[in-house]
């Protein structure tokens, strides 16, 4: 049975996702070997300063935006003598567990086409900014995790507009070895209001949609009907922690999801530098 | 652009199709309108057997006469409109010479397969002054209705575009599976096989790539729904998924980002990605962002599912209905020449289209993003 402190998960999600998790109990920092973080209210130094060597830690992406946060995480957890993984909860969705699941399968052939739409409304970021890498950072890792490679020519533009009250688009390109391909629209709203996303991965020999426009119930209250988004709930976080339990269990290495991350906060770099020259570069990855 | 409401009195308009050895799709199209009449089929006596047979196929279907020289018949049968549907390259010759003697042009995809033959075609439809239109789906109810909310006001001004126009066809072959040793697969030769399931596309001596043949749809979506010019266009395209495709160097897929005037981006993914990737013919979407609002439209919508014990394979699961989009195409046309009107997409729009595929595709040689002309 594997102990678990599981920090930055509060009620009711912490105790429906610890219902549905098998052979794990909960735990504090002191007694786990599992030691969960998704809340961002200390540095990685504080984090750690409690940390037990032999541990194995695991962090969200969203603690590590920005590779200066990464590498002090990692230097935290090098000097507290425990394991670190990075986790993008993003990648844990039963939809794109499902996607992956089908391109393991061989059923899909090879990833020739990776395409996503996300519409993000205004909580996370600043606006007058317009904070493109950041808000696409898990979209970023979902993809090259799918196409199991990173791009090796990367493209980026934005729409232009005055009015700050405005959505603004940014629709990041790139082309992966094997001519295969990717292309991602980001639209940040500056107000509040419903999200909208949609991935489309096409293989060789098959294909894999999921799309909010489906994946809406309809709600008749009035005049005009309103799409309900239907949501994955807490599986997300389920499928996490039960694979970083089982992982454990079976002494496997997540040492790689931290290359991984590199690998995506590298490539948010590019786009950064490709939205200022307005050139297409070719990466040497 | 026309209003929806028809425009079925008036004169009816003579109708010469010239060769139907591609699609008939569009001059079938066209008398679903009871304006349009078809009067008579004719092409070249020196176009090869299998086109004079395709010919006289069509001509009997309709009960009309087939006729071997297209200026003859055009002048004998007092044609009004000329239908072009034949191999690729020879598309701008017919329309052409259609035009020279004052008959107006209905032509199929795409409007040429060089720049310098759609240039004669542009500047022969100016000076003769008939009416042009280049055969599309910007009338499609889903897409009606976009533009019908962006016209209204709906979603504030145009911000984003993004297009998705994936057609699950097979081209003969997968990409992969021909035998070493084995010739590659002859483009023309593909075409005149698969025309008997109609899944030939782009036909003619040339081969020719998805975004060249199938571009001009989510690019006339594109031009309809913003009603602005692109600038800069970078691409990527491959052949992924057939081997016909890889044998003869052209995509079947391609990936199109592209700025245009006011700021505004858009992006359209393209391709003929199998018949296993959809069970009802693939996915044609269009995501609108605007200042106050955003659209997400299926193309295919309404439609109705149908299912049954021993189903074909590929026979679509989800049947559109109510698609008017050829009927309001030939009323659109019908309309311009009523009332010396402009048309749904015209040969400038055409011209403008096969630019940026052109563009599209050097970029995608080169992986660097394109900048497109200005027009005058």
């Known amino acids: ?285 | 652009m026309s209003e929806p409401e028809g425009s079925s009195v008036g004169r009816k308009f003579r109708c010469a199709v010239l060769s139907a050895v591609k699609h008939d799709y569009v001059a079938r199209g066209v008398v679903s309108h009871p304006r349009f009449e078809l009067v008579v089929v004719a092409d070249d006596s020196g176009v090869p057997p299998w086109a004079h047979e395709r010919n006289q196929e069509f001509a009997d279907a309709f009960q009309i006469p087939y006729v071997r020289d297209v200026e003859q018949a055009l002048r004998d049968y007092a044609v009004d409109v000329a239908i072009v549907s034949p191999e690729g390259e020879r598309h701008c010759d017919l329309s052409i010479r259609a035009a020279r003697l004052g008959v107006h042009v209905i032509q199929d995809k795409p409007v040429g397969t060089r720049l310098a033959d759609v240039d004669r075609l542009v500047e022969t439809i100016e000076h003769t002054g008939v009416k042009f239109l280049m055969w599309n789906r910007n009338f499609i109810p889903a897409i009606q209705q976009a533009r019908q909310d962006i016209a209204d006001d709906s979603i504030g001004s145009v911000v984003s575009v993004h297009l998705e126009f994936y057609f699950a066809k097979d081209a003969g072959v997968p990409k992969g599976t021909r035998r070493p040793g084995y010739p590659p697969v002859d483009w023309l030769a593909h075409q005149l096989a698969s025309h008997v399931d109609g899944s030939d596309g782009g036909l003619g001596r040339e081969p020719m790539g998805e975004l060249a043949i199938e571009g001009i749809y989510p690019l006339g979506y594109l031009r309809m729904l913003t009603g602005r010019d692109v600038r800069r266009v970078f691409a990527r395209a491959a052949s992924q998924f057939h081997q016909l495709n890889a044998d003869n160097q052209v995509e079947d897929l391609a990936t199109v980002t592209l700025e245009l005037d006011g700021g505004i981006v858009a992006s359209l993914a393209i391709g003929r990605i199998g018949a296993a990737s959809h069970p009802s013919g693939g996915v044609i979407n269009a995501r609108i962002v605007g200042s106050r609002g955003a659209l997400v439209i299926d193309e295919s919508r309404p439609s109705v599912g149908v299912y049954y014990r021993n189903q074909p394979a590929k026979e679509f699961r989800e049947r559109r209905v109510a698609n008017e989009n050829d009927f309001l195409l030939a009323d659109d046309f019908a309309r311009a020449i009523d009332h010396d009107g402009a048309t749904a997409l015209d040969v400038h729009a055409s011209r403008d289209i096969f630019l940026i595929c052109e563009a599209a595709l050097e970029s995608a040689r080169t992986g660097q993003a394109i900048e497109l002309p200005s027009n005058p």
């Not at chain 1, 709600?219 to 309900?228: I, L, N, P, S, T």
């Not at chain 1, 089982?246 to 906060?265: F, M, N, P, Y």
Request: with cysteine; charged share 20%.
């Open chain 1, 1 to 285: 049975m594997q102990r678990m402190a599981l920090i930055g998960v509060d009620e009711p999600l912490r105790g429906a996702v610890f219902s549905r998790l098998h052979r794990v109990v909960p735990a504090s920092v002191a007694e786990a070997n599992l030691v969960v973080v998704a809340s961002a209210t200390q540095s990685a130094s504080e984090r750690l300063s409690s940390a037990r060597s032999g541990q194995s830690w695991l962090v969200t992406s969203e603690l590590c935006e920005q590779p200066d946060l990464l590498k002090e995480w990692e230097a935290a957890a090098r000097a507290a003598q425990v394991t670190l993984a990075v986790a993008n909860l993003e990648r844990f969705r039963p939809s794109r567990q499902l996607i992956r699941q089908q391109l393991d399968s061989g059923r899909l052939g090879t990833p020739v086409l990776i395409r996503s739409h996300r519409w993000i409304t205004s909580a996370r970021f600043d606006f007058q900014a317009r904070e493109w890498p950041l808000a696409c950072l898990q979209d970023l890792d979902v993809a090259t995790w799918l196409m199991s490679s990173q791009p090796t020519t990367l493209f980026a533009t934005t729409s232009q507009t005055t009015d700050t009250k405005s959505p603004t688009t940014c629709v990041v390109h790139a082309g992966f070895s094997g001519d295969a391909m990717a292309q991602w629209d980001f639209t940040l709203w500056p107000n509040s209001g419903e999200p909208y996303e949609s991935l489309t991965v096409l293989g060789s020999s098959g294909a894999a949609y999921s799309d909010d426009h489906d994946n809406r119930q309809l709600r008749f209250r009035g005049d005009q009907a309103e799409a309900v988004t239907a949501s994955e709930g807490c599986r997300p976080w389920v499928n996490l922690l039960q694979q970083f339990v089982d992982a454990a269990e079976a002494q496997s290495d997540w040492s790689k999801s931290v290359s991984d991350w590199h690998g995506t906060l590298a490539l948010s770099e590019s786009i950064r530098q490709v939205l200022r020259s307005r050139q297409a570069v070719k990466e040497d990855r």
